[in-house]
């Protein structure tokens, strides 16, 4: 079977979604079991995980006993307020090592603060925790926070929530080509042919958030990007056709014509 592998954890679906943005908890829930993924990501910031006794929990929407949960960072911006931020996560699930580390540069584009991620990805490695790490496209960086151990690199495609789908596929080409870790696209996917289009480059997987729970039909999206994400992998597995600039070829057999 081919299967996703993070962490020494197999995963058949290579579709992770994010938990925010639904109208409620029934959304979410309806959403996530539509996409089949099985890893969840949460924002400890924003999203009840236990933290406020007597509301509402993701947890009884999402048990942790069918989905692997990934605890993010959402919000910081600084490696300190990051690091905080997770190691609360690993005390709220009782000693969950599997988290997403992102640190944002600024309010307005999201675009991630390389120089604190690398220090916060350097801590929390040391700290015990596998880290998945959301980034720029920049190669040089990507194999940066591979070597200092982090399980997944997780280059964006465009800015977050931004829906303007793959805007530099040469850079994650070469990212790709370089990594001995899953490489994740993650950030600014905006329907279901970018998803194919990030699998069909030879992503390992897709993470998204706002293009499901922002579309008109939260639930419907989440089916079509489960299909988009198994035709990018299988098209990619196969291996597309050689372009040809201006040379045709037949369909049909050149030989053995009816005269």
């Not at 006794?53 to 600084?78: I, M, Q, R, V």
Request: one cysteine or more; hydrophobic letters at 45%; glycine letters at 8%.
């Amino acid at each position: 079977m081919d299967e996703l592998i993070i962490a020494g954890k197999a995963y058949s679906s290579r579709l992770l979604i994010g938990t925010g943005k639904y109208k409620d908890f029934d959304e979410t829930r309806r959403a996530v079991e539509e996409s089949g993924a099985q890893i969840v990501t949460v924002a400890i910031r924003r999203t009840n995980i236990g933290q406020t006794a007597g509301e509402p929990s993701l947890l009884d929407a999402l048990p942790p006993s069918k989905f692997t949960y990934l605890p993010n960072t959402a919000g910081c911006y600084s490696a300190d307020d990051a690091i905080r931020t997770l190691r609360l996560a690993r005390e709220l699930l009782d000693g969950h090592d599997l988290v997403k580390l992102e640190v944002l540069g600024d309010p307005k584009t999201l675009y991630p603060n390389m120089v604190e991620t690398i220090h916060a990805a350097e801590v929390l490695v040391r700290d015990g925790f596998k880290v998945m790490v959301y980034t720029s496209d920049d190669p040089i960086i990507a194999k940066q926070l591979e070597e200092i151990g982090c399980v997944a690199v997780m280059p964006l495609a465009s800015l977050i929530g931004s829906g303007m789908g793959i805007l530099n596929p040469w850079n994650l080409q070469i990212i790709i080509d370089n990594a001995k870790v899953p490489v994740i696209v993650d950030a600014g996917v905006g329907t279901a042919s970018d998803a194919a289009i990030a699998m069909e480059l030879g992503c390992d997987g897709v993470l998204m958030n706002t293009a499901i729970a922002g579309a008109g039909n939260p639930v419907l999206m989440a089916s079509a990007m489960k299909k988009a994400v198994q035709a990018g992998r299988e098209a990619f597995l196969a291996g597309r056709m050689p372009k040809k600039l201006y040379s045709a070829s037949p369909s049909s057999p050149t030989t053995g014509l009816i005269s």
